[in-house]
Every structure is written in C-alpha cells, then in structure tokens.
C-alpha cells in the first residue's frame, strides 16, 4: 500500500515499516497523527500528509490486528515462527498448517512469538 502513494519508493517503505509497527502505522493513519509519522526518518510532513490522505479510507476497512501476524504474507513473525519449527523438526507442512490455524484463530496471543510457538507446541503434540 506505502509505494502506492506518490513520493513513496520501496526504500522508504521498508524504513517506515521498520520504524513503526503495522498496527500503529493504521492507527496513525487514521487518527491523522502527522507528529508520529515525520518521527520516522525519511519522512516529513508532506509525505506524513500525503500517506494520511492517500490511506486514511483503506485503513478504516481494515479490522484491528489483521496487519499483524494474520497477514502470513508479510509477517516476520510468521516467518519466525516457521523457522522455529522447522528448528524443531517439524516438516514445513505441519507448520504451516497449525501457524495458519493460530493466525485464523481469535486468540489475542498472536503478536508476540513466544506465544505462538507455544499454541504451535500445544496443537502439534496434541
């Protein structure tokens, strides 16, 4: 969504997505907190305005929590998590199968990676 925006390449949205957290980018975003957002190195208050003009709309669609460890595609804490696993010796196709349960799961755990592998343990050796 961040290259989408004008004046916004992939550099610059990798640094604004090391900078913030996903969930706090949105609500920034929404909220219109332009001191948050020019925080971030690289980015100023033009940009911030822009970002917040261009996304504001998109990010009032998004429920809480779906930027987070349930956007598999995206998430170094999925990744982490399959790593870990497959640390352990599971095959990635387990892995996969039980990180993709606890992501499309309602358990609020799921943004802190200890938790996750524990509910991973917890579902493979049941």
Known sequence: MLIG???????????????ILPDELKDKIISGDIGSLTSIPGVGAKTAKRII??????????????????D???SKLYDDALNA?????????????????????????????????KAALKRLNA
């Open 5 to 19: 925006i004008s004046g916004i390449g992939p550099k610059l949205a990798i640094t604004i997505l090391s900078g």
């Open 53 to 70: 003009v261009e996304l504001k709309d998109k990010f009032t669609k998004i429920e809480e929590g779906s930027l987070g460890f349930s």
């Open 85 to 117: 696993l497959s640390s352990l010796g599971y095959s990635p196709q387990q892995s996969k199968q039980v990180l993709n349960h606890i992501a499309n799961g309602k358990d609020d755990n799921k943004h802190n990676i200890e938790s996750i592998i």
């Open 72 to 74: 598999k595609l995206n």
